[in-house]
């Protein structure tokens, strides 16, 4: 059985950074390498968005986030890693990792950006 689990949420004053990261277990290693996996975020009383997502070596980004948060991945930890630098209040929610290959989603991670 796969899944999706999250870590490195926590709190953070605006400007700062965090790093957080997402294992796929039981998931094979060639489906995890061409899968598309990404990151999305939920604010209070706000609809889950897209935030990142990964697919190879190809990236994409929430306009929002571009040039202050990078995705990447470990394909032989079955890992992937979002760091946010530069972080805003805005920031602040549930983040969300997400395998599409197996429509699945994690528990959830809490980012607390303050002023």
């Known amino acids: 059985q796969v899944r999706l689990v999250e870590s490195g949420g926590g709190s953070v004053q605006a400007g700062g950074s965090l790093r957080l990261s997402c294992t796929a277990s039981g998931m094979i290693l060639s489906v995890f390498t061409s899968d598309t996996l990404g990151w999305y975020r939920q604010a209070p009383g706000n609809e889950r968005e897209l935030v990142a997502t990964?697919?190879?070596?190809?990236?994409n980004y929430q306009d929002s986030v571009k040039g202050r948060f990078t995705i990447s991945k470990e394909n032989t930890r079955r890992r992937i890693y979002l760091q946010m630098d530069s972080l805003k209040e805005e920031d602040t929610g549930v983040y969300y990792c997400?395998?599409?290959?197996?429509?699945?989603w994690g528990q959830g991670t809490q980012v607390t950006v303050s002023s």
């Open positions: 990964i697919t190879g070596a190809s990236t």
């Open positions: 997400y395998s599409a290959s197996h429509r699945l």
